[in-house]
């Protein structure tokens, strides 16, 4: 048997377009230009969003009006109740009703409540920390910088959740509006609702281009932005107890072990491993049984322990179990462990994620406009089509990912991966085998029902039609942008897209 442990590395890119970038011109690269790139995309949503429901009211359409209100909001609700209901996010969650948990909720109703305001003050953290890394001089005040720019916080899981909850339905909605009802609505409000269908589309394509690979990347180090260090903390806590517990668990000889190697080749891709020249000692010898814990461990720790291995703390929020695993025998070093590497990828420098938005952009402005249209004309086979689209591609990732392992709890997380998955795709939670055939797949299938649903309508519908123009527009700009965006994947995927990286996982042996 044998148990497994990675080791991880910073992932923020510090290259762009295969150039080393020096620390200062990689934290104006990859911190501070993207904070305020994403703090005036946000400036803008929320203006024109506000500006949208402005305009509906003065149409005397109070309808409307109070839907726009309430998809701005279902990200900050959805947020505050995966918050408030993880009691690894309050600062003390064994202690009831004390002062600081009701300081801690009263705040975080607060921040939920005025959204725009907590998210802004991110912006500024961020952008300050940022300024602050390229001011400094010396490397070792630059990664400190940079870090607290980058540090975990609560307000990236509302963030996260603004473009699937908030951008896209917010689109849709919009875009039925205009459809539906363009004659009865002034021009003003058509402006307005185009700005905003653009502004939130963009939004759904930066969300889209950060988590489009983000289980792979978590193998070399990124992490989910939105963990709290309280959390952290409380899973060194609970490993150093289980480290207790395992260590008087070999005074009778017990084994133990928190995982199974037959789970490796089924989780990661494996490499041949690199397994140890020296040959085992005779089998002849015997060893006293009485042997100490403690001379045990003085002589396995010639070398870094791989009996005993590190916490490796899981910013996804499953922070993995410190792993120890006792023979019965005592064995040398070189007996006991060996080397494999998986296979992981580091964040999209700068000209990477310029490409895979475009790519993203494009991709979905065909997607919600073929949807949209052939909603307009033909709603239940549009349900049914969305419908059957669904599960074909859960079926297809189920079938490809790299784990089988689906709790009762995570029924929500899938239909939310559900919805997402009917525009675009995301390796978010699961990890894909096989990649490349993921992504041409799913344009492949995407493009096709696209350019289906258009010619149905083209053919049977536009004829009969008074402002046709409009529609042929509509199918026109479908095509091009299945093209561009097919274009712009291929260009991402072999010149952009940053290299596999291997990373030395240590395994560890029993007999």
Same mark, same amino acid.
């Given at each position: 048997?044998?148990?497994?442990?990675?080791?991880?590395?910073?992932?923020?890119?510090?290259?762009?377009?295969?150039?080393?970038?020096?620390?200062?011109?990689?934290?104006?690269?990859?911190?501070?230009?993207?904070?305020?790139?994403?703090?005036?995309?946000?400036?803008?949503?929320?203006?024109?969003?506000?500006?949208?429901?402005?305009?509906?009211?003065?149409?005397?359409?109070?309808?409307?009006?109070?839907?726009?209100?309430?998809?701005m909001?279902?990200p900050?609700?959805?947020?505050?109740?995966?918050?408030?209901s993880?009691w690894?996010?309050?600062?003390?969650?064994?202690?009831?009703?004390t002062?600081?948990?009701?300081?801690?909720?009263f705040?975080?109703?607060?921040?939920?409540?005025?959204?725009?305001f907590?998210?802004?003050?991110?912006?500024?953290?961020?952008?300050?920390?940022s300024?602050e890394?390229i001011?400094?001089?010396?490397?070792?005040?630059?990664?400190?910088?940079?870090?607290?720019?980058?540090?975990?916080?609560?307000?990236?899981?509302?963030?996260?959740?603004?473009?699937?909850?908030?951008s896209?339905?917010?689109?849709?909605?919009?875009?039925?509006?205009l459809?539906?009802h363009?004659?009865?609505?002034?021009?003003?409000?058509?402006?307005?609702q185009?700005?905003?269908?653009?502004?939130?589309?963009?939004?759904?394509?930066v969300?889209?281009?950060?988590?489009?690979?983000?289980?792979?990347?978590?193998?070399?180090?990124?992490?989910?932005p939105?963990? &709290?260090?309280?959390?952290?903390?409380?899973?060194?806590?609970?490993?150093?107890?289980?480290?207790?517990?395992?260590r008087d668990?070999?005074r009778?000889r017990s084994?133990?072990?928190t995982?199974?190697?037959?789970?490796?080749?089924?989780?990661?891709?494996?490499e041949?491993?690199t397994?140890?020249?020296?040959r085992?000692?005779?089998?002849?010898?015997?060893?006293?049984?009485?042997?100490?814990?403690?001379?045990?461990?003085?002589?396995?720790?010639?070398?870094?322990?791989?009996?005993?291995?590190e916490?490796?703390?899981?910013?996804?929020?499953?922070?993995?179990?410190?792993?120890?695993?006792?023979?019965?025998?005592?064995?040398?070093?070189?007996?006991?462990?060996?080397?494999?590497y998986?296979k992981?990828?580091?964040?999209?420098?700068?000209?990477?994620?310029?490409?895979?938005?475009?790519?993203?952009?494009?991709?979905?402005l065909?997607r919600i406009?073929?949807?949209s249209?052939?909603?307009?004309?033909?709603?239940?086979?549009?349900?049914?089509?969305?419908i059957?689209?669904?599960?074909?591609?859960?079926?297809?990732?189920?079938?490809?990912?790299?784990?089988?392992?689906i709790?009762?709890?995570?029924?929500?997380?899938?239909?939310?991966?559900?919805?997402?998955?009917?525009?675009c795709?995301?390796?978010? &939670? @699961?990890r894909?085998?096989?990649?490349?055939?993921?992504?041409?797949g799913?344009?492949?299938?995407?493009?096709?029902?696209n350019?289906?649903?258009?010619?149905?309508?083209?053919?049977?519908?536009?004829?009969s039609?008074?402002n046709?123009?409009?529609?042929?527009?509509?199918?026109?700009?479908?095509?091009?942008?299945?093209?561009?965006?097919?274009?712009a994947?291929?260009?991402?995927?072999?010149?952009?897209?940053?290299?596999?990286?291997?990373?030395?996982?240590?395994?560890?042996? @029993?007999?």
């Amino acid at each position: 048997m044998s148990t497994v442990t990675k080791n991880s590395n910073s992932n923020k890119p510090k290259t762009l377009l295969g150039y080393e970038l020096t620390p200062t011109q990689n934290a104006l690269v990859n911190f501070l230009l993207p904070s305020i790139g994403a703090c005036v995309l946000y400036k803008f949503i929320i203006a024109v969003d506000v500006g949208v429901i402005f305009r509906h009211y003065k149409d005397n359409d109070p309808i409307w009006a109070s839907l726009t209100i309430f998809i701005m909001y279902l990200p900050a609700l959805s947020s505050y109740v995966i918050i408030m209901s993880d009691w690894d996010y309050w600062p003390e969650p064994d202690k009831g009703l004390t002062r600081n948990n009701v300081k801690w909720a009263f705040r975080q109703t607060l921040e939920h409540l005025f959204f725009p305001f907590w998210n802004m003050w991110r912006f500024a953290e961020r952008i300050f920390w940022s300024i602050e890394a390229i001011r400094s001089k010396d490397e070792q005040s630059i990664s400190k910088f940079t870090s607290l720019a980058s540090a975990p916080r609560i307000i990236e899981l509302y963030v996260f959740l603004q473009s699937y909850f908030h951008s896209l339905p917010q689109v849709l909605l919009q875009l039925y509006i205009l459809m539906r009802h363009n004659a009865n609505i002034a021009r003003e409000s058509k402006e307005v609702q185009f700005f905003s269908i653009v502004l939130n589309l963009a939004k759904v394509a930066v969300t889209t281009t950060y988590y489009q690979r983000f289980k792979a990347q978590k193998l070399t180090g990124a992490q989910y932005p939105w963990l &709290k260090m309280n959390k952290i903390m409380r899973s060194k806590i609970t490993t150093e107890q289980q480290d207790v517990l395992l260590r008087d668990s070999y005074r009778s000889r017990s084994v133990v072990e928190t995982k199974r190697s037959s789970n490796i080749s089924r989780l990661y891709r494996v490499e041949p491993a690199t397994i140890a020249a020296r040959r085992r000692s005779s089998d002849i010898y015997l060893e006293p049984i009485d042997v100490g814990v403690d001379e045990v461990d003085n002589r396995r720790n010639v070398t870094e322990s791989t009996v005993v291995s590190e916490t490796e703390v899981d910013y996804s929020g499953f922070s993995e179990s410190r792993i120890v695993s006792v023979s019965s025998r005592s064995e040398p070093d070189f007996n006991i462990s060996r080397i494999i590497y998986v296979k992981g990828l580091q964040e999209d420098d700068l000209a990477g994620k310029i490409v895979a938005f475009s790519w993203w952009f494009t991709f979905l402005l065909g997607r919600i406009l073929a949807i949209s249209v052939f909603a307009y004309f033909y709603m239940k086979a549009c349900v049914w089509s969305v419908i059957c689209h669904v599960i074909v591609i859960i079926a297809i990732l189920v079938y490809d990912v790299k784990t089988d392992n689906i709790k009762r709890d995570k029924a929500l997380f899938f239909i939310f991966l559900g919805f997402v998955y009917i525009f675009c795709i995301i390796e978010f &939670k @699961i990890r894909f085998k096989k990649a490349y055939f993921i992504y041409y797949g799913f344009f492949v299938l995407v493009f096709m029902e696209n350019f289906v649903m258009c010619l149905i309508w083209y053919y049977t519908e536009l004829e009969s039609l008074e402002n046709d123009y409009w529609f042929r527009y509509v199918f026109y700009i479908t095509i091009a942008c299945g093209m561009l965006s097919f274009s712009a994947m291929v260009f991402y995927l072999t010149l952009t897209k940053p290299k596999s990286v291997s990373i030395p996982v240590q395994v560890v042996n @029993i007999n």
